[in-house]
C-alpha cells in the first residue's frame, strides 16, 4: 500500500460513521476518493454479469450514479466487469456509448465523467471500481497507473476482510445486510414474483421490472423493495404491455 493511499485510508477510518466490519466498503470507497482527489468512488461486487451489489460508495451522489447505472442496466461499469478491462468516459463519450444512462446520470448527480476498473487479485471476475468526476476533462488527470495502483489497494484490502469473514457464518449475512445498499437483496425477489406472475425467464424478469423502473422515474431497487413489502403488486407493472 503506497503511503498516501495509507495516509487516506487512516482518515477514513476516523472520518466514517462508527460501525462493524461491513464498513470497509465505504471506508475504502472514501479513501480511494481522498487518495485519488476525485469526487466519488463506488465499489460493487457481481453475482453475475448483469447482476451486482454495492458495498461501498464514498457520498450519496455516488451511490445514486451506482443505482442508476443498476436500474438502467448500461454504463461504464458493467462494460469495465464484462470486457475485464478499464473504462474511462467523458461526457461525451457516457453520451455516446450509453445514452439512457447519460440521461439519468447528468439529471441526477453532479458527475460528467467516470472511469471503471475491475478489480484482480482474488476478486478478479467479481468486483468492480468506479470513479466520478464533476468535470469531464479531470477523468485524465490521474493516470492508468495510479488508478489501477489504487484499485490494486482496493482489491487486496477488501479480499482479505472477505476472506476474514468465516464461511457460512452469520457474519456474512450480516456483513451483506448492513453494505451500501441492502435493498438490493429485494431484486432478486421481485425478479421471482415476475417470473411467476408473467411467466417468464429470470432474465426477462429483470429486463421487466428495469423498464417499468425507467418508465416511471423510481430506481431498480425502490421498485423491487415496493412490490417485495406489498406497497406494489405485479398488477402495477402492467406486465401485459410490455
Known amino acids: 500500500m503506497s503511503e498516501p493511499f495509507a495516509a487516506a485510508y487512516r482518515r477514513a477510518t476516523t472520518q466514517t460513521a462508527p460501525g462493524g466490519p461491513e464498513m470497509i466498503g465505504v471506508q475504502l470507497a472514501v479513501a480511494c476518493a481522498d487518495a485519488l482527489s476525485v469526487d466519488g468512488v463506488g465499489l460493487s461486487l457481481f453475482t453475475s454479469d448483469s447482476f451486482r451489489t454495492p458495498i461501498g460508495a464514498s ?24 470486457h475485464r478491462e ?50 469531464p476533462g479531470r477523468i485524465l488527470d490521474p493516470t492508468i497507473q495510479q488508478t489501477t495502483a489504487a484499485a490494486n489497494t482496493v482489491a487486496a484490502l477488501l479480499a482479505e476482510h472477505l476472506r476474514s469473514i468465516p464461511f457460512g457464518s452469520a457474519a456474512i449475512d450480516a456483513w451483506f445486510d448492513a453494505t451500501e445498499d441492502s435493498q438490493r437483496a429485494m431484486v432478486s425477489i ?14 426477462d424478469a429483470l429486463s421487466l421490472l428495469r423498464a417499468h423502473a425507467y418508465a416511471t422515474d423510481t430506481s431498480l431497487d425502490q421498485l423491487s423493495t415496493d412490490l417485495v413489502t406489498g406497497r406494489k403488486t405485479t398488477h402495477d407493472l402492467e406486465l401485459g404491455n410490455w
Open 59 to 82: 457520498s450519496p451522489f455516488a451511490t445514486a450514479a451506482e443505482r442508476l447505472q443498476f436500474t438502467v442496466g448500461e454504463g461504464p461499469c458493467l462494460d469495465a466487469h464484462t
Open 190 to 203: 421481485a425478479m421471482g414474483m415476475v417470473t411467476v406472475a408473467a411467466d417468464v425467464t429470470f432474465h
Open 86 to 135: 478499464p473504462v474511462r468516459a467523458s461526457d461525451t463519450e457516457l453520451a455516446r456509448r450509453w445514452p439512457a444512462f447519460h440521461r439519468e446520470l447528468v439529471t441526477k448527480t453532479p458527475f460528467r465523467g467516470i472511469i471503471s476498473l475491475p478489480l484482480g487479485h482474488d476478486l478478479a471476475g467479481h468486483a468492480a471500481i468506479d470513479i466520478y468526476f464533476r468535470h
